[in-house]
């Protein structure tokens, strides 16, 4: 049973989810959760970790996990792998880094398509019933569950303010690849595809002066420590991850379950995105006092940059539609749902 049908009757509940007495009186689903982002990432702390909490609420003992965070048994782009391979049951897939298998999902990372965590989110979660984005899930063998988008891209740097659009011109700055990369080569700068486990590395070497990332990632990997300076008001695309369950597995869980297990994930897309655009405010107060300087982009800059950041949708469908894949109807139906978020 997909997403779409599973969100139509956990909608029709209309809240918690009726388990049956003999669910609730042993553990009737043990699920094998995996992430790769430290523990007080926003992923977990504020992602997979409420959902986990929120399911045992709904189901009491009907469930049980076991619990690998922060890389124990795959890193971020190890992830995709686990969940199809049986290593795990659930994990959070990064879109960004799967665009090989999921290419029209990354339509999500695309600049311009958002101004808002929650926004971000709720556009993801209607466009991910598409066939086209849906059934990149499907020919994977898993089911999403909730999705968790950061509010836009800023743009965080090692060295200095980048406040033009001609600043950018040999920057080498850090990319999660896909779309990301077409947005830093329309600027004119070098993208270097590099995991988010290793920003703050790869900038302490020098091998990047900057990265396009959110407050929330940055906290959660330490980076702030080694920048100087952050945009707030540019739109420079986002990242995203759709926490998914492996379809073997989800065909072996109770309908009951199944239900509470989407009732979690939609608390889930509505806590994460307040708590990220939350963390926007308050992390910048906090960036801010300790030295980092944050600065909007002058508004004739602001409008050459978006300028150039609009041939990316163009590049992103041509690219895909060279290898045969519907990028065209996926980035009109995104953009429909953008509309109505």
Not at 51 to 68: H, I, P, Q, T
Not at 117 to 144: H, S, W
Not at 330 to 336: D, F, H, Q, T, V
């Amino acid at each position: 049973m997909k997403r779409r049908e599973l969100l139509k009757m956990s909608a029709a509940a209309g809240g918690l989810v009726a388990m049956p007495a003999v669910l609730r009186a042993a553990s009737a689903v043990e699920l094998t959760v995996v992430h790769g982002s430290p523990n007080k990432h926003v992923i977990s702390a504020g992602g997979v970790e409420p959902w986990m909490n929120k399911l045992k609420e709904l189901v009491g003992d009907a469930v049980s996990y076991n619990y690998f965070p922060a890389g124990q048994l795959a890193n971020l782009k190890g992830l995709m792998n686990a969940v199809q391979t049986g290593v795990a049951d659930a994990v959070p897939v990064p879109i960004g880094y799967v665009s090989d298998k999921m290419p029209l999902n990354g339509v999500s990372t695309l600049p311009g398509l958002g101004s808002s965590a929650r926004t971000n989110i709720d556009t993801y979660a209607a466009a991910i019933q598409t066939p086209e984005l849906m059934g990149e899930f499907d020919e994977n063998g898993i089911v999403p569950i909730w999705n968790m988008a950061y509010p836009p891209y800023q743009l965080f740097s090692s060295k200095g303010a980048i406040p033009s659009l001609a600043e950018f011109e040999g920057r080498v700055i850090r990319s999660a690849g896909g779309s990301m990369n077409l947005a830093i080569e329309s600027l004119g700068a070098a993208p270097a595809e590099i995991s988010a486990s290793d920003i703050y590395v790869a900038m302490e070497r020098g091998t990047v002066n900057a990265t396009l990332s959110a407050f929330s990632s940055v906290k959660g990997y330490g980076v702030q420590e080694l920048c100087d300076a952050a945009s707030t008001n540019g739109s420079f695309g986002t990242f995203t991850n759709v926490f998914s369950i492996r379809q073997e597995k989800w065909d072996t869980i109770p309908a009951e379950i199944q239900d509470a297990i989407m009732e979690a994930g939609k608390f889930t897309e509505q806590h994460v995105g307040d708590l990220m655009d939350s963390d926007t405010e308050t992390l910048g107060k906090e960036f801010s006092e300790l030295g980092m300087d944050l600065y909007e982009f002058p508004p004739e800059e602001l409008d050459k940059i978006n300028g150039a950041l609009e041939s990316v949708h163009d590049s992103w469908v041509e690219r895909l539609a060279g290898r045969g894949l519907p990028a065209e109807a996926a980035l009109e139906k995104y953009r429909k749902a953008a509309k109505q978020a």
